[in-house]
């Protein structure tokens, strides 16, 4: 790749609203599809499905990632005709993505613009930002809705003029409708099934399972997810945020470039983005592998996943694959949403962090995203005091890692709801949750992971102003957001069969209806619970079996997800700390 010249422009395009882009339809494969565009409208190495034919040979990239694009061209006519070329491509293949569009010229005779114009590539770059947040601020006219003709049928996903009959899909449920949906919802859809396949080879064929040899598959409907015929249907969307990734990205683009060499540092970020984007699908890939290896497949008896007395049938025909519960989606390379049957939502994001937290050094495999990484970011800091932070992992031996934390917010939701609602309200959740981890910092808190949940389907505003009250009123009726350390406590203290007076043991419905009609309407009034323990014990001649040091906010959290976790042994049925490299035993095949 050239280096940067001397005199040039740079190109900052900033794709809005991606999540909502991405989630917006009901299907799984309608949200593959449209991360899979995302991820090939800024694919500066693909020349056949990415954008490598729109680069030309005097082009410099230095960002091609997480829904944005950053390039250098050589002069202020090249950059006009690049933008055009790209906005017009983007226009055809994802014509509800918006295109915010920045120049910033840069050199000795570079014009400003209005203002002074950067020296050099750097000095753009850091420019580039506050040109990319005015941009936002001055959106064409071609971007706002027009009035026109009434259209004779809608697309059944994104309200416009449909354009196309999907024979995959029934139009509102009739068999033997086509359903009606634009030209792109349609070109979304052959993306995402060509992308399913390749994800379904790569994370689910080949997986060993805990008995039996079935062909495993990925979903691509939701109802295969968390439909449970007479019993709960709930499905969770959970998204993984890394933590401060922008301080990361920017404290090793200073320290790993060459301050005599312009552009080396933003060259180097993007290296480091790519190492990124590697633990994010190493992540996806090894969730869908844990889940795999819980399955049960004996001959003659329905495929299950099996925790404790309960268990999770599995979507299967008699002579087709069985479909595994859990559907990660990556979008713009560093973004992680796991769709899942929501009794494996909590034990899933435990895995996650389990493996997150691992000992990159004792992974023993440099191809290992995580040690790859870790080493990346050890080189770059060098021999400075500090850095990195303490972990304990599956095992719980302490080490010192610098692969990052993560925030994560899990939505619960019925079945048939739509996907942008539950992805709203976990982002929201993430968010949320990610500033409590910033302001605990900053009273001296250790980086920890960060987790928070909800149940509840409404608006976002709502659902969090409701949690908002329980976190800061005069009673506290909830223990959210937890770090790492709190979450994994949390559920060997509530919800762990095996721990005493846990809420998920079986065999006491009795029990049961007490704490749900009795005791939890006190914890959440604040009135004392202890007169009507003492009540119960009496009544029913013994102590009342709660959870040891139990605690109000955190009972009602736990009395909250208590018919919505099971729990399969993930950990013990894949080692979090085996390597993940392509091939590895956490991994998929070559």
Known sequence: MPAPPARGVVVGVDLRGIQAYVYSGRRILDAVGRAALVAELTDTSDPVRGIAGLVPDDCTVLRDAGGALTVVLPD????????????RVLRERAGDLTPVVAHV????????????PAHDVDEALALLPDRLRRARGYMSTLHDPAHGYGITAVCAVGGGPAEVLDPSRAQDDRPGVPERVSADV????????????????????????????PRLALPMEVDRLGREPGGVSRIAVVHLDVNGLGAILGEYRERAGDRDVPGSGALAQRRLSQRIADLTGALARVLVRAVAATVRADPGREPVI???????????????PVRLPVRPIVVAGDDLTVLCDARLALPLVRYALEWLDADPEGIGDPADPRTALHRTLVAAHGDRPGGGRTAAGYGGHRHTTFVPTVGVGVAVQPVGAPLSLGHDLCEAMCATAKRHRVAAMEDGAPDEHVVAWTTRVDGVDRVLARWEAARRGPVRRTGLPLTGTGFTGFLDRYLDPDAPGSLTA???????????SSLVPLLESGTDPAPEIARRARVTGGPVDLPRDWEPAGLLDAVEMMDLYLDPGLSRALDPRLSAARGGPGGGPR
């Open 76 to 87: 202020a006519a090249a950059a006009r005709r690049f933008t055009a070329r790209y906005t």
């Open 105 to 116: 010229p840069y050199g000795p005779s570079a014009p400003g613009e209005g203002s002074a």
């Open 186 to 213: 349609a070109r979304a859809r052959g993306i995402g099934r060509r992308w399913h396949r390749a994800h379904s080879a790569a994370w689910a064929a080949g997986a060993a399972t805990a008995t039996g040899a």
């Open 306 to 320: 099996p925790g404790g007395a309960r268990s999770i049938a599995l979507d299967h025909e008699p002579s087709g």
């Open 506 to 516: 079986e065999g006491d419905s009795r029990r049961r209806g007490w704490l749900i």
